[in-house]
């Protein structure tokens, strides 16, 4: 079935979702997005990802042409022109048409591109066995070149440590940043449990500040789990008792193997299935 598609102030179908070849999106990854989920016809904690996208775009200075409650009302019109339920929402905003120079400042206006769609869960069986991961040797944008924290359209560094996962038959890749610490995952954040107790990199560290990954931390302190942000090394991730990933797609998923190591017993540990399990009825409540 052909899509509605956002495109900038209007729902066009599919095939006309076009945009120039002189969008300084496409010449030059110059733009900021958000992945966000419909979950039982609610979407999951739109104002979040709303305000980090509105914030994403102050930091490289492009200006965002609609409201939050219009780009709001935008994103709801085009999930139901694609009667999207359970699902999945790309909201994708570029710089816009420019020339082949650099200047981002020449582009006259902004483009709104929006997605919604359904989208094919991971098998539930990868949850339960739990995922293989890799260390990358690509690191983390150094945060005095491209603030992690920016949702931009350049992913190139973690599409780099995504190939030397799939190079060696691993599902994700652990990031580290520029001075060794770990940051995150190409598309997650980390967590780890040693003793009962659940760490995670600080923001600070490299990574981009995950709204699964708030959630998750909310979900777990309510259930009385310590949750400490601090510096982690490849030793505290390769020693740890549980491991686990956050993030829109993949939402809570345990880590079972890493670099050769088995990680605890070999299967995603009951911290991890019980996070997973209240990840589950918060989204669906
Ligand atoms: N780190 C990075 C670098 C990300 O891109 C996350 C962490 C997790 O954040 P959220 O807010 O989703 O909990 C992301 C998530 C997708 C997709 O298809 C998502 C991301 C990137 C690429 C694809 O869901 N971002």
Redesign the pocket.
């Known amino acids: 079935m052909s899509l509605k598609i956002w495109l900038r102030d209007k729902l066009v179908d599919e095939k006309d979702a076009k945009i120039s070849v002189f969008d300084h999106a496409l010449l030059y990854g110059d733009g900021v997005f958000e992945?966000i989920r419909i979950y039982g016809g609610k979407i999951f904690e739109f104002e979040a990802?709303l305000d980090?996208l509105y914030n994403s775009a102050k930091v490289i200075r492009l200006v965002i042409p609609m409201s939050k409650s219009a780009l709001s009302d935008a994103v709801y019109k085009t999930v139901e022109a694609n009667h999207v339920v359970d699902g999945?929402i790309?909201l994708i905003v570029t710089r816009g048409t420019g020339d082949l120079g650099l200047n981002p400042l020449i582009c006259k206006e902004a483009g709104i591109i929006i997605i919604a769609d359904n989208i094919q869960l991971y098998p539930e069986e990868l949850y339960e066995k739990g995922l293989k991961v890799i260390s990358a040797t690509a690191i983390r944008n150094h945060p005095l070149s491209l603030p992690?924290q920016i949702?931009s359209l350049n992913?190139l560094n973690?599409i780099l440590a995504k190939i030397e996962a799939v190079d060696k038959g691993a599902s994700e890749a652990i990031m580290y940043n520029h001075e060794g610490y770990v940051a995150?995952?190409?598309?997650?954040?980390v967590f780890v449990i040693k003793n009962g107790v659940i760490y995670t990199p600080p923001i600070q560290a490299g990574?981009?500040e995950?709204?699964?990954?708030a959630a998750v931390i909310r979900l777990a302190q309510a259930e009385n789990i310590r949750v400490i942000e601090k510096n982690l090394v490849q030793f505290d991730l390769y020693v740890c008792d549980e491991f686990f990933l956050?993030?829109?797609?993949a939402e809570v998923i345990g880590i079972v193997e890493m670099d050769g190591r088995v990680i605890g017993d070999g299967t995603p540990g009951p911290i991890t299935r019980l996070l997973r399990k209240k990840f589950d009825e918060y989204a669906r409540s």
């Open positions: 992945g990802h980090r999945y790309r992690p949702k992913y973690n995150e995952a190409t598309g997650d954040n990574s981009l995950g709204i699964t990954r956050t993030g829109t797609a």
